[in-house]
């Protein structure tokens, strides 16, 4: 959902520097005319940098963790993500490293951390949010996928079957348009009340993901709603809109597009896959 826009510090701190500069060298503001050239730079950067991080309330903010491959919102209540970010583009799906299976504990979390054994007899699959093949292009981005920071507890067959998947198809998107934005994470409803582990790893009624094609021919938002059960139904089945996720998890997704082309794609509810 659109907010308005605020301008870059980047480009008005540098407005300030340059006014200092002025204030003393006696140079009048129209002989630093280049300034709002850089000022226009620098807002255009920052409203399109990092696209995939969405917005949220800071007081419901969880730890911030920027990975190789990924960002995310920590959530040390629930012991999962709040959200997982990433860019994903078409030389990215490319990579040949091969998965670590090697899960660990996230050392950056602040906090107890969750270990693997925390999903022992547990009967849910360590579910990835950002998937490990999605990170085949670096080494350290396919260890760093294995962080427990990074995972949920997951339904075995919705992890196998159709979140697969998407994973899958998202990595199709990013190969025909040349990159693709993605964010997802677990939802709790207040439906389930169930912890695994000795750490209290909540287990979440259901998973959240918004893809952003936004290229010069394909311009689309998609969101997908996955209750933790088992499905094996086809993905379409599963599409909503993005401005509904928002109004679930409170988030503002891709809020870097400009607000007229935000709204519109954003309430869009496909009736079929791109």
């Known amino acids: 959902m659109a907010k308005k826009k605020k301008?870059?510090?980047?480009?008005?701190?540098?407005?300030?520097?340059?006014?200092?500069?002025?204030?003393?060298?006696?140079?009048?503001?129209?002989?630093?005319?280049?300034?709002?050239?850089?000022?226009?730079?620098?807002?255009?950067?920052?409203?399109?940098?990092?696209?995939?991080i969405p917005l949220m309330d800071a007081k419901k903010q969880g730890q911030i963790i920027q990975r190789t491959g990924y960002t995310l919102s920590y959530d040390a209540k629930n012991k999962t993500p709040q959200w997982v970010a990433w860019e994903l583009t078409k030389a990215e799906t490319k990579g040949n490293e091969e998965r670590t299976n090697d899960f660990q504990p996230d050392p950056d979390v602040i906090?107890?951390?969750?270990?693997?054994?925390?999903?022992?007899?547990s009967g849910y699959d360590r579910g990835h949010m950002a998937p490990a093949g999605d990170m085949k292009w670096n080494r350290k981005a396919m260890q760093e996928s294995f962080y427990m920071s990074n995972i949920c507890p997951q339904n075995h067959n919705l992890n196998t079957e159709d979140w697969n998947d998407l994973e899958m198809k998202s990595r199709e998107w990013a190969r025909r348009y040349g990159k693709v934005y993605i964010v997802c994470g677990p939802i709790y409803n207040g439906k389930r009340t169930e912890y695994i582990g000795s750490h209290r790893v909540k287990v979440p009624d259901a998973f959240f993901k918004v893809i952003l094609i936004n290229e010069t021919d394909k311009?689309?938002?998609?969101?997908?709603?996955?209750?933790?059960?088992?499905?094996?139904?086809?993905?379409?089945?599963?599409?909503?809109?993005?401005?509904?996720?928002?109004?679930?998890?409170?988030?503002d997704f891709f809020s870097s597009l400009p607000d007229d082309i935000e709204n519109t794609v954003e309430a869009e509810v496909h009736k079929k896959l791109p």
């Open 111 to 121: 906090g107890a951390k969750v270990v693997t054994y925390d999903y022992s007899g």
């Open 7 to 52: 301008n870059s510090w980047i480009g008005w701190l540098i407005a300030l520097i340059v006014g200092a500069v002025s204030l003393f060298t006696g140079k009048s503001w129209t002989d630093w005319n280049i300034t709002q050239d850089i000022i226009k730079e620098s807002n255009q950067k920052a409203n399109t940098s990092q696209m995939e």
């Open 219 to 251: 311009q689309c938002a998609l969101g997908f709603l996955f209750e933790n059960e088992s499905g094996e139904r086809p993905l379409k089945e599963y599409l909503v809109s993005v401005d509904s996720i928002e109004k679930i998890t409170g988030l």
